[in-house]
């Protein structure tokens, strides 16, 4: 256990579906992170929140729409998503952004037909 | 360019030592961090070096040469636990940023 949690762990969705990916850290960290991780490619920032506050956009299509309500929750919306992209995807806290280490949660396993 | 270097896949036996490699380059360096992930599960922090030299935690160590732009995990006393994905990343400066440069991961199988 490392103090961040994510659900669901696994996900299977159709183009056409809308749904949310949630992550809570237990840590009282003030930065958060997602991560896309697939096969024979190192992890892809996708965006980093910070105090609330959406810090990084690592140009990800606008299918995906992150969400950051506190410092403790990040979530994760997916709408009209396509079959590339599947993959696990990482949540990340640290206690600031600029040197401190992430801890990761288990991720989502995502599949989209 | 921002770019890590790592073997892909690694082969060793309980009980022996393993080492493994990681070359980078990066714009500016602010640490090198070493993960351990098992299939399926969250990438776990096993150790952080900045400054050059060898950080020893129980079974594992790191080492840092930044002239070099190289690093190694040292794994001692292999166990079959120990099969995982082991991932480098790089802290690198970007403008007024700092983010972290991931490598692709070396897939170790220790072997009975």
């Known amino acids: 256990e490392t103090g961040v949690t994510q659900t669901p762990r696994h996900l299977v969705m159709g183009m056409t579906n809308k749904k949310s990916l949630k992550c809570e850290q237990h840590?009282?960290?003030?930065?958060m992170y997602w991560y896309k991780q697939s096969a024979k490619k190192p992890l892809e920032l996708m965006f980093v929140?910070?105090?609330?506050?959406?810090?990084e956009n690592n140009s990800v299509p606008s299918r995906f729409s992150p969400e950051c309500p506190n410092s403790s929750h990040l979530f994760l919306h997916l709408h009209t998503l396509q079959p590339e992209d599947s993959a696990l995807y990482l949540c990340?806290?640290?206690?600031?952004?600029?040197?401190?280490?992430?801890?990761f949660g288990p991720g989502t396993r995502l599949t989209v037909l | 360019g921002q770019n890590i270097d790592q073997p892909t896949e690694m082969t060793a036996t309980e009980g022996a030592i393993v080492q493994i490699n990681c070359t980078y380059q990066?714009?500016?360096?602010?640490?090198l961090f070493w993960y351990q992930q098992h299939a399926g599960e969250a990438p776990t922090f096993l150790s952080y070096?900045?400054l050059d030299g060898l950080e020893e935690k129980g079974r594992f160590s790191s080492f840092l040469s930044r002239s070099k732009g190289y690093s190694y995990l040292l794994l001692k006393e292999l166990q079959m636990k120990d099969s995982a994905s082991y991932l480098c990343?790089?802290?690198?400066?970007?403008?007024?940023?700092?983010?972290?440069?991931w490598g692709l991961g070396t897939s170790l199988a220790v072997n009975p």
């Open positions: 990340a806290s640290s206690q600031g952004t600029s040197s401190d280490t992430q801890y």
């Open positions: 840590l009282g960290h003030n930065a």
């Open positions: 990066t714009s500016g360096f602010n640490g």
């Open positions: 990343a790089v802290r690198a400066s970007d403008g007024n940023n700092r983010k972290l440069i």
């Open positions: 070096n900045v």
């Open positions: 929140y910070n105090f609330k506050e959406q810090t």
